[in-house]
């Protein structure tokens, strides 16, 4: 039944919702392939591609892994990924280094919000993709139910190339409508057994085969001609239709079966290599678009060794003791070990260490790569991911991973002082393997703030970060960068006099301050005349203001959106300097503050909420508790999406809220709209808690 195929290189992302069974389709197709022994368990944590000590404690994928073995004289990679919606960055990145998907459903977990993204972002990279339908060895699961979801859902046409056979409450293998022959396999037997259709499930098979080859014959014209003459298709003929409709995306090629009980897996791997392009046919149709980094021109790669090299950085991992080892998929060309490239994302050289194709946590040392290998490099100085590599004398930068943003954010705090330093390295190398990860320092509060997609995401972080770097934190809630601002126009002089046994000090200035519109920030005229005060100290009048624009008058906020204008003043021909022009400056802007009825700002957000039809009234509800002003309501992809503007302070742990009122399948991603008046039965809370919180650190300080 196995006969080599012409183009011998596939590389295939696996994806779905946590818990449909990625990592046991991945260990069941190891498995049947021939690269496994036995059969690994995830609950066992005995698979090949959950090794890390917080996959095997959570039991479930966190990262994710390459697993690449021979069969059917083809070289397949199989890339792993997590399922989780906190950890969706990692498929996302997964998707483009790859030329074809298996999208892993089962019955009861449906069609989740992390499934309906991923979908969204292979439908947009128009990659082909299989459907395996999972889990159908337990009692009550219907596979027309799966097929339904998709239609619904996903809005796709699915077609059944193979149909789950029961016995007894048992699943016994599957009906492979292609091959028209019933394929027999299980757990404790790496070999499928190829058995003739009994006359019992004659007409199962030939309801399907009919649709099968209907929907085949209309991909091409040649192909209806001869279905509509003869009522049927040769085997090379189907194969050859099958292919181009899956490679076009005009169907949905469906499989059934068990992963932990190894029942269907070979005809999914059998499809997997005879009608999933290779990246050089993927490449002639689909090229990689990049530009010239130094003309910013547009070019482009068709996957071809006769081109020159370049290769894509789509996962990092940064071990404490092996050190960097990047995932790149070689796009095009070809490079040995050690050769130096270009970094065309940065305009800098980059030596290449060795090569490693992985299975898991194993890897094996190659001494060159072509175009459309997967394979890990070793101690990449410069080259993070998300980056090109490229020949130097031809090079090429392609587009970034287009990753989520964080939408979760804590204020973080070594547990020891001693430590401060390794928390912050430790942090940035994490973001280093993982981009959807945010680390600063926010000057204003003074904290140090860490963001990720989600609670499970970012604990991930920190597990990580106490294994491999030895290193614990606090969690806090951040605090809320407010900003003061005022209402009206008012004056005040400021004027600053020392009498000293020598020279004295002298400034003296009048300024008026005047509202800006919202989000002009800060303007500053000289309106000076007559030389009251002289040209040369108007910059420190200036300096003055600036500092003193730091702290408001309300509740030390840094000030915004304000004119200010020196327009009058005196000086001392012997005592005025620029320093006492700046006291002057600073405190005329402080007196004059105080009479502009100033106001307290907060950050207010743009948040896009994705929700089912049926929850859409709970989420907008919620969203006026806090606050929000709902901008619109629109169907988008199967599902509603509700723009809004809300303040920062009532969305800080807004995940956890969406996910109870949507069942865990409503997502978000928010990002900074503007600045906003507090309303004023808010403002004295805001201002007694900042009170508190200065007198709390001024107190943590002296002991």
């Not at 919000?113 to 991923?118: C, G």
């Not at 007894?168 to 790496?190: A, E, H, M, N, Y």
Request: contains cysteine; charged residues 25%.
């Amino acid at each position: 039944m196995q006969t080599a195929c012409a183009e011998s290189v596939r590389n295939v992302a696996i994806v779905s919702s946590a818990g449909a069974g990625k990592t046991s389709l991945s260990e069941a197709l190891l498995y049947m392939g021939g690269a496994l022994p036995i059969l690994g368990s995830v609950m066992q944590g005995t698979t090949v591609s959950d090794f890390e000590p917080e996959e095997l404690r959570h039991r479930t994928s966190t990262s994710t892994s390459l697993l690449q073995f021979s069969w059917n004289h083809t070289q397949l990679t199989l890339i792993d990924t997590p399922g989780a919606l906190a950890l969706l960055g990692e498929p996302m990145a997964a998707l483009h280094a790859v030329d074809a998907v298996v999208l892993v459903m089962t019955a009861q977990i449906g069609v989740r919000t992390e499934l309906a993204r991923l979908w969204t972002k292979i439908k947009a990279l128009e990659l082909p993709c299989m459907l395996f339908v999972n889990g159908l060895d337990k009692d009550g699961v219907a596979y027309e139910d799966v097929l339904e979801l998709c239609r619904k859902q996903l809005d796709c046409t699915p077609i059944p190339m193979t149909m789950p056979v029961r016995s007894g409450g048992t699943l016994d293998g599957v009906i492979d409508v292609r091959l028209k022959q019933f394929v027999r396999s299980g757990p404790s037997s790496v070999k499928a057994d190829f058995l003739p259709i009994s006359a019992q499930l004659e007409e199962s098979l030939s309801q399907a085969r009919t649709k099968l080859l209907e929907v085949v014959a209309e991909s091409g014209e040649a192909l209806l001609e001869t279905y509509l003459a003869e009522g049927d298709l040769s085997d090379d003929a189907l194969l050859e239709g099958l292919r181009r409709s899956i490679v076009t995306r005009q169907l949905l090629p469906v499989y059934a079966g068990s992963a932990t009980q190894n029942v269907g897996v070979w005809s999914l791997l059998d499809a997997m290599v005879r009608l999933f392009p290779s990246p050089s046919e993927r490449g002639a149709t689909h090229p990689w678009n990049g530009i010239q980094p130094e003309t910013t021109d547009r070019c482009e790669r068709k996957g071809m060794v006769e081109e020159p090299f370049s290769a894509y950085v789509f996962k990092t991992i940064i071990d404490p003791f092996v050190g960097r080892l990047s995932y790149c998929r070689v796009v095009s060309g070809s490079v040995h070990a050690d050769s130096t490239v270009l970094n065309a994302s940065k305009h800098i050289r980059e030596k290449l260490g060795h090569f490693y194709r992985v299975l898991g946590k194993r890897h094996v040392a190659i001494d060159s790569v072509k175009g459309g290998d997967i394979v890990a490099i070793a101690k990449l100085k410069d080259t993070h991911t998300g980056e090109t590599l490229s020949h130097e004398g031809n090079p090429i930068c392609y587009p970034g991973l287009g990753l989520p943003k964080p939408i979760l954010s804590h204020a973080i705090e070594a547990k020891s002082k001693a430590d401060i330093d390794k928390v912050s390295l430790g942090l940035h190398k994490l973001i280093e393997e993982d981009p959807t990860l945010e680390f600063s320092r926010n000057d204003e509060t003074k904290e140090m703030v860490f963001s990720g997609m989600g609670q499970f995401h970012i604990d991930l972080a920190l597990e990580k970060l106490h294994r491999k770097f030895g290193v614990d934190v606090i969690l806090h809630t951040p605090k809320i960068p407010y900003r003061e601002t005022i209402k009206t126009q008012s004056q005040a002089q400021g004027k600053y006099k020392k009498q000293t046994g020598g020279h004295g000090q002298y400034g003296d200035c009048w300024l008026e301050v005047a509202p800006l519109p919202r989000g002009q920030g800060y303007a500053f005229e000289n309106r000076v005349v007559g030389g009251a005060i002289p040209r040369n100290f108007i910059p420190a009048v200036e300096k003055g203001v600036h500092e003193a624009m730091h702290e408001g008058p309300l509740g030390g906020c840094p000030v915004v959106d304000v004119h200010v204008a020196v327009y009058d003043g005196t000086y001392h021909v012997v005592d005025s300097s620029e320093i006492s022009f700046k006291i002057a400056g600073s405190m005329a802007f402080r007196k004059a503050m105080e009479s502009a009825h100033p106001v307290l700002l907060e950050p207010v957000m743009t948040i896009e909420i994705d929700t089912p039809t049926e929850t859409v009234g709970a989420v907008i509800g919620d969203l006026n508790a806090r606050r929000g002003r709902i901008l619109s309501v629109n169907a988008h992809d199967q599902v509603e999406q509700i723009t809004a503007l809300v303040p920062l302070a009532e969305i800080l742990r807004y995940a956890t809220a969406l996910n109870a009122m949507t069942a865990g399948r409503g997502s978000y991603a928010m990002e900074f709209a503007q600045y906003d008046e507090v309303p004023r039965d808010l403002v004295d809370k805001i201002l007694e808690k900042r009170k508190a919180d200065r007198q709390a650190v001024a107190s943590h300080a002296e002991h």
